[in-house]
């Protein structure tokens, strides 16, 4: 549960219970959930102590570290394995449910009772003084007689709750060119303070599915951004469909998102309204569509009606000019009927005439 100072001055002790001093180079102590993973160096003296601080030396300040290590101690509990550098199983605490021992508001540590016994929850107590003994002996622990009561009233005000207004703000599945050098996800803070990430988790939950872990001093700003591409977190956004996880040191749920079907350069962006596949990436800036999606599909349907109402009137014009070029050719037509009809007529009635004109031309001749 780290000290008074913070909540990330953690640390572990090991005790050699042997009479002999030991090499510890190789060996290991690994958690179950991946964080911490600590290989060891340097030696244990016999019966002696190896104290190990995380982040820095500054964890203790008034005890210098056998080594420094990353990787916090999740509240809830851990199992945590001791492995030498043959791999052999040399001791274990499996406090994966809960902590067996300890408080976290006042800082009693949990300590072992007996080295020589099993690490069972009834081989271990709670310190009896705040802070523990590291680098010396347990102490006795708390009196079994009274009830373990602890002054919570002095809870140091630097530590505050975990923040909870992370969220995922945009993500790049289906960059235009490589997908393992532009592949990027990013979240946004939406609090008004700096949040720090250390030991935080990104699921990814379908296909090649793997798990980010927030390196050591990770934060993000006071309404900032963090951006995350995929060489650094190793997690590969699936083009199909897939969906990512944000959860706290505690394992608690913060955030989520899933997408099916990426189209190529565009970016799956968090709007007011919901999330929308955006033509132009904004990485580790505000999503420029932000606020505006019903807008864009307004100007996309009307769009649409006009275009369709154009249709609509090009095809009437077409009607009507159809209509006007029928009826031009309706009243040509008309037209070249009466002028054939008048010309056959014409001709008709002059045939006549001129057979007449020849008959009495020929009787005057006769005569």
């Not at 780290?2 to 009479?19: F, M, V």
């Not at 003994?133 to 140091?156: A, L, R």
């Not at 159809?322 to 009809?341: E, G, I, M």
């Amino acid at each position: 549960m780290g000290t008074k100072s913070s909540h990330a001055h953690e640390w572990i002790e090991l005790s050699n219970n042997t009479s002999l001093p030991l090499c510890l180079d190789g060996w290991k102590i690994i958690s179950r959930d991946g964080v911490p993973s600590i290989t060891l160096t340097g030696n244990i003296s016999a019966k002696g102590f190896y104290l190990l601080e995380r982040t820095s030396d500054e964890t203790l300040p008034e005890i210098s570290a056998n080594q420094i290590y990353t990787g916090a101690l999740n509240n809830k509990g851990e199992y945590l394995e001791l492995f030498d550098d043959k791999g052999n199983l040399i001791d274990k605490i499996n406090c994966e449910k809960k902590w067996f021992a300890g408080n976290n508001s006042s800082k009693h540590t949990m300590e072992r009772k007996n080295p020589l016994l099993t690490s069972s929850l009834s081989n271990w107590q709670t310190s009896k003084k705040p802070g523990g003994t590291p680098g010396t002996k347990n102490s006795s622990g708390v009196s079994q007689k009274e009830p373990q009561k602890f002054d919570i009233k002095s809870k140091p005000s630097n530590i505050i709750s975990r923040p909870r207004n992370i969220i995922f703000n945009e993500l790049l599945p289906s960059p235009q060119g490589p997908d393992k050098e532009k592949e990027w996800v990013e979240l946004f803070n939406k609090n008004n303070f700096e949040v720090h990430l250390s030991g935080w988790k990104i699921f990814d939950k379908v296909g090649a599915t793997s798990t980010y872990i927030f390196p050591e001093e990770t934060k993000i700003c006071a309404s900032g951004f963090l951006l995350l591409f995929r060489k650094e977190t190793k997690i590969t956004l699936n083009n199909k469909k897939d969906e990512l996880v944000l959860t706290d040191t505690d394992n608690k749920v913060i955030d989520k998102v899933a997408f099916e079907h990426a189209p190529t350069g565009k970016s799956f962006s968090k709007t007011a309204s919901g999330w929308v596949w955006s033509k132009i990436p904004t990485p580790g800036r505000k999503n420029i569509i932000a606020e505006q999606p019903n807008g864009l599909q307004n100007k996309k349907e009307n769009s649409n009606q006009l275009e369709k109402k154009n249709t609509s009137l090009s095809s009437e014009n077409k009607e009507k000019n159809l209509l006007a070029a029928n009826q031009t050719l309706s009243t040509k037509n008309h037209s070249f009927l009466r002028l054939l009809t008048i010309g056959l007529s014409i001709g008709f009635f002059s045939g006549i005439l001129i057979l007449t004109l020849k008959k009495r031309l020929k009787k005057l001749i006769n005569r």
